[in-house]
């Protein structure tokens, strides 16, 4: 009984130095994102806005302020600010007439008043019109990458938007963490990531550690068992971005040593 109970020890010592060697990892799942997740560029508020003309494509990379598309109501909008155009000025015409007569006697400054009210009447008309027409054109709000054209010409811009934009130049791997293993997560800490998809395990750093606990988005090959587990996500940024750029969602396997 004794050589049992000093084997039993020996293994018991082997396994536990066999552990403490071994590096320690927290392991979850993840999506890869590209900075600032992505967007989906909406047409103005309201309904029944349809594509007229499409500038962009799937892949093509665009600057803040580009346009990305205009409304079939772009047409119309023009036509009425170019009438409002020409209402202010002939505002601003008729003003400068009657000044002129002022100088000779020949109008009152009453009128003159009327007029002024009509030339800041008429520029006011004119800014409603032209913010109007800037409704119907869809530009970029940020620097970024097209992800994903969700309305073509001829289309009616729907909740999923016209397209989806991302900036795939900086790369992130959003890990959901489980509630338990969190506390063992810190910032600067090294992360691997790995899936098939991958030719080869991609490495990132602890940037950034969720506030909330939520809901699994990412399931596993068990989502019965993972529908309901509470995580926190953590925005791992990526140190080699090149063959994820064109992987935005994909799902990962995460280990963040510890």
Known sequence: MRRI??????????FAEFALAQPRVVSSLGRIEPAGGVLRLAGPSGLGSVIMDLRVEEGQHV??????????????????????DAELQNALQQLQREKKLGRSMATSASKIEALELSVAAAR???AAAAAMQELSLVKAPRDGQV?????RPGERVGVEGVIELGDT????????????????????QQATISSPALAAPVTGTVEKIGLKVGRMDVLGM???AEADARVVEVDILLQDTEEVRKLTHLQVEVEIGI
């Open 63 to 84: 600057k803040a302020g580009d346009l990305i598309a205009t409304l079939d109501s772009f047409p119309v909008r023009k036509a009425e600010l170019a009438r409002h």
């Open 147 to 151: 992800l994903y054209v969700h309305a």
């Open 124 to 126: 006011a008309g004119r």
């Open 222 to 224: 068990d989502p019965i």
């Open 169 to 188: 130049s900086v790369m992130y791997t959003v890990a959901e963490v489980y509630e338990t293993d969190i506390i063992h997560v810190k910032k600067g």
């Open 5 to 14: 109970s000093a084997l039993a020890v020996v293994i018991l010592l082997g």
